[in-house]
């Protein structure tokens, strides 16, 4: 079955730098794009950056564009989320999700698979 | 950028009870408008795609209708498993985007 684990979460210091990884497996992973969201506490869920399945399509929310990064590595059925210049907002929870549809250029949804999520907090 | 605007933001009802969720985009979206279902420390679930189209597994109870820029998702029957927060989310244009929830409660 479709399973996704994120990883790389913790406490972290405004301006400094963490990197998310999300474990993909039970699917063809490089076939789907993929994408990164997040859950503030008390907020809803906010999308922050996309990639599609051959790495040709990048895309970001205004909030994290130049300070977050997407890749992945097919080989390794791994997506990544870099993120440097960190601040408090961007406390959450971040998920990965996979793109419902194979092969697609720039993939905007709909999400059908989700990890479980894991905390960044950003805190002095 | 589509600004997606769900109402109402909390909502109690009772087992049985049939609730219906609003879900209105700042512009035509066709019918690129997904529902999905999240509760607390779970994954959130697709349930609907493309306005109506119910995910395999999810319950027929569930029922997703319109087009352009005005969407409903109804429970028809709810059961103690619905009660959760449910979001819609714009597949039109990136960025893509949701509201901002909808918390089902038990009365």
């Known amino acids: 079955q479709v399973q996704l684990v994120e990883s790389g979460g913790g406490v972290v210091q405004p301006g400094r730098s963490l990197r998310l990884s999300c474990a993909a497996s039970?699917?063809?992973?490089?076939?789907?794009?993929m994408h990164w969201v997040r859950q503030a506490p008390g907020k809803g869920l906010e999308w922050v950056a996309v990639i599609a399945y051959d790495e040709g399509h990048k895309d970001y929310a205004d909030s994290v564009k130049g300070r977050f990064t997407i890749s992945r590595d097919n080989s390794k059925r791994q997506l990544y989320l870099q993120m440097s210049g960190l601040r408090p907002e961007d406390t959450a929870v971040y998920y990965c999700?996979?793109?419902?549809?194979?092969?697609?250029?720039?993939?905007?949804?709909?999400?059908?698979?989700w990890g479980q999520g894991t905390l960044v907090t950003v805190s002095s | 950028d589509i600004q997606m605007t769900q109402s109402p933001s909390s909502l109690s009802a009772s087992v049985g009870d049939r609730v219906t969720i609003t879900c209105r985009a700042s512009q035509s979206i066709s019918s690129f408008l997904n529902w999905y279902q999240h509760k607390p420390g779970k994954a959130p679930k697709l349930l609907i795609h493309?306005?109506?189209s119910l995910r395999s597994g999810v319950p027929s109870r569930f029922s997703g209708s319109g087009s352009g820029t005005d969407f409903t998702l109804s429970i028809s029957s709810l059961q103690p498993e619905d009660f959760a927060t449910y979001y819609c989310q714009q597949s039109f244009s990136s960025p893509i985007s949701f509201g901002q929830g909808t918390r089902l409660e038990i009365k």
């Open positions: 999700a996979r793109d419902l549809f194979e092969r697609v250029p720039a993939p905007d949804g709909p999400l059908d698979y």
């Open positions: 493309l306005a109506s």
């Open positions: 039970g699917f063809t992973f490089s076939n789907f794009g």
